[in-house]
C-alpha cells in the first residue's frame, strides 16, 4: 500500500528513532508499505520517519543506479542487485575518502545538491527476520545507506551543504513546508492541511 511521504519541516523527521524489537506491530506491513512507496516515488531508499515513524529502520534498492554508463559493470551488477531492509542499525566506521555527490531526498522535493560523505562504512544491523550483521560497504551503496541512515538520526542532507547553498534553497524548503511543491507521489506536508 502506498503511503503518504512526511515533507521537510515535519517534527518526525528531526526525532532520532528508537530501536524495535521483532514483535514491533504490523512489521512486515510497515516494511511491505515503505518498498511499495518508495518505488511508486522512483526512490532508491526510504526511512521510517519519512512516513511518520520515529524508529530505527530503513530501506534500500540500489537498481535505479545500475544503468549508469560511468560505472564498471561489475558495479553495475552489484547496484542491480542490491536490495535491504536495515532494521535498528548501528554505523560502526565511516572511513576511506570523502567524495560529492548530488544528492535529492523524497521528502525535500525539487531539491538536489552535492553532498560528500566518506566512500567506506561498517554498519551493524538486523534484517527483516531480525538476523543480526556487521557489513563493510563502499561506492554508491554506502552513500545511499549513510543518507537513510541519517534519516533514523534525525539528519538530513540539507544540513551538510554550505550555509550559502542553504540560503538558496531557503525559499524552496518554505514551499514544500507549505505545501506548494507537487511531486507526482503522495505527501504530507508540515504546514498544510489534508493533501
Sequence with gaps: M????????????????????????NLSAIIANMYDTMYNAYGVGLAAPQVGLPIRLFIIDTEPFSDSKELTKEEQQQLKNFKQTFINAKMLLEDGEEWSFNEGCLSIPDVREDVYRNERITIEYCDE?????????????????????DHIEGVLFTDKISTLKKTLIKKKLQNIMDGKAFPDYRMKFANKKGR
Excluded: C, M, W
Design 2 to 25: 502506498i503511503i503518504p511521504i512526511y515533507g521537510y519541516g515535519e517534527p518526525v523527521l528531526r526525532q532520532v528513532g528508537e530501536e524495535i524489537s521483532p514483535d514491533y506491530p
Design 129 to 149: 527476520n531480525f538476523n543480526k550483521k556487521t557489513e563493510v560497504f563502499d561506492g554508491l551503496i554506502a552513500r545511499v545507506i549513510q543518507h537513510e541512515y
